[in-house]
Structure formats: structure tokens, C-alpha cells
């Protein structure tokens, strides 16, 4: 399993410049429902927030990251995209409680943005309620956990 999101400025690693591009641009990125996405190649050489996992016996990964930022045009979220047997089985998102996005973006760490953020889980336009990772308080973070499923004869 693949998962990668943005900072909490809103840049994705290995596409730094066009993520900037989008947050002193005022444009907003722009995405239908049902589109399929694919990570992408890279255009710099840093890396950070991407990371891969194979999965123990009873099919569980774990991934030790920071709340997602956001950008103009998408609400909060992590990419995620799991591989049976060489071949992409599902890729899709993980998203959050309003609530919670809310208060984890009030802090200093994801003051920084240039632009107020102007798209919510209820205007995002990939945004589904099973797309909600379930997420309880861990200390001084957070845990969240979803559950992904892929039809072995449906590859998508």
C-alpha cells in the first residue's frame, strides 16, 4: 500500500513547484467526480510524506505521519493506493471530520497558507462519507484508521 499527501503548507514532495504554482496562483485545482488517480512523477528530488507498507498477515498497514494540509479547490486528504500482485487494486482517498480539520488547522503549524482555505468535505468535489477514516485523540496526536477493500476481479 501506497499512501502520500501535501505539508501543512500545501506542497506535495517530488512536485513542489506546481503545487506553489496552485497556492500563489489563486486557481484552483479543478477535479470530477470519477477521476481515477495515479501518483505522479516526480519533477523534484525531495520526498517527504510518501510512503509504502506491505501488509502483515491480516492484510493491516500502519503509517506514522502528520495531519494533511490542504490546497485551493481540494479538501483535507491522503492519497492512498493499494497493489495486489504487481497491479493497482483501488486508489482513492482518506479524508476527515470537519471538526477536526478545524481545530488541527487552527494550530501554528498550518497558519502559514497564502490563501483561506475555500474548499470543505461538503464542497469538495471527490468527497464521499465513506471516505471518512474513523479518528480517535493518541496523546498528543491523533489515530486513524479506515478500512480499504478491492474486488480481486475488478481492478481499477
Not at 505521519?65 to 481540494?74: A, E, V
Not at 502559514?112 to 477514516?133: C, E, K, V
Amino acid at each position: 500500500m501506497e499512501v502520500w499527501h501535501c505539508d501543512a503548507g500545501g506542497l506535495y514532495s517530488g512536485a513542489e513547484t506546481q503545487s506553489r504554482d496552485v497556492l500563489t496562483g489563486g486557481d484552483k485545482v479543478r477535479v470530477r467526480p470519477g477521476t481515477v488517480f495515479t501518483d505522479l512523477t516526480p519533477s523534484d528530488r525531495r520526498r517527504y510524506l510518501r510512503g509504502v507498507q506491505l501488509t502483515d498477515r491480516d492484510g493491516i498497514v500502519r503509517f506514522t505521519t502528520i495531519w494533511p494540509g490542504w490546497y485551493p479547490g481540494r479538501t483535507v486528504h491522503v492519497h492512498v493506493m493499494v497493489m495486489v500482485e504487481d497491479q493497482r487494486a483501488l486508489c482513492t482517498e482518506i479524508m476527515f471530520d470537519e471538526k477536526l480539520n478545524s481545530q488541527v488547522l487552527a494550530t501554528p503549524a498550518y497558519l502559514g497558507h497564502q490563501q483561506p482555505r475555500d474548499t470543505f468535505n461538503t464542497n469538495d468535489p471527490i468527497f464521499r462519507n465513506d471516505m471518512l477514516a474513523h479518528v480517535v485523540k493518541d496523546g498528543p496526536g491523533y489515530l486513524a484508521a479506515t478500512v480499504l477493500a478491492t474486488d480481486h476481479d475488478e481492478r481499477t
